[in-house]
């Protein structure tokens, strides 16, 4: 899932965060199982920071649906913390099938909950 421009939503710092865990992400794919406890180390903190951010973004904007979307992110740092518990012990496989459901899921979000925190952001903004 290389970064397009149609996943640009126009906040210059969600931007800059959703590219990172991009690039992470297709790391993951790729990485040998040398390289990939590391990489899943770094995807799990920099999304839990990217999520914090996003959580202030909600407040600050007061962002109606702040509840449905922080309980996303409760679940998908709950899933990496799964995930990299099994990592921690060497066992790949399942955290390797989880990183390749990551960009479904990523565009899903971008698309709807993230698309609705931006517009507010820039609504509010104007």
Known sequence: MPWQS?????????????RAFVDLADALLVASDAEFPALFAQLREDTRRHF????????????????????EHLRVLGELAFFGRGVATGRLRAAREYARSLPGWFMTHLQTMDAALAARLNSAAA
């Open 6 to 18: 149609e996943m640009v939503l126009g906040v210059a710092e969600m931007d800059a965060t959703h």
């Open 52 to 71: 914090e951010n996003e959580d202030k973004l909600m407040v600050a904007c007061r962002f109606p649906a702040t509840g449905e979307h922080r309980a």
